[in-house]
């Protein structure tokens, strides 16, 4: 029999998510999370499949982030990066990537 978890479990992790998500800091320069990730080797490769429109919001995003930081300043609040708001939009890119590279390394051991 499954147990349920009580949703007030649920509430608090999503209150504690929310909370470190603005500690962070990257949602006051207009960041989204994946725009923070260290980038290798799949990551590059994850963002040159990435479809225009998405790629040009992404460095949109980082050149205004650059120019806030040397300025000291962060956006207005209305302009921040709210959690409901931020999408993992590397992630399908980036697993097919990973994918990939791991098929490919599996094929070149036989």
């Not at 499954?2 to 800091?25: E, I, Q």
Request: contains cysteine.
């Amino acid at each position: 029999m499954a147990v349920r978890a009580p949703t007030a479990t649920g509430k608090l992790l999503l209150g504690f998510h929310k909370w470190y998500y603005n500690l962070c800091g990257f949602n006051k320069l207009g960041l989204m999370y994946e725009d923070t990730i260290m980038e290798n080797e799949d990551v590059k490769e994850a963002i040159r499949r990435l479809p225009d429109y998405v790629y040009n919001d992404r460095m949109f995003r980082l050149k205004r982030a650059l120019d806030l930081t040397m300025k000291h300043r962060i956006l207005p609040k209305d302009q921040w990066t709210r959690y409901e708001e931020d999408v993992r939009y590397l992630t399908p890119y980036l697993k097919e990537v990973i994918r990939e590279r791991k098929e490919r390394e599996e094929w070149m051991k036989k």
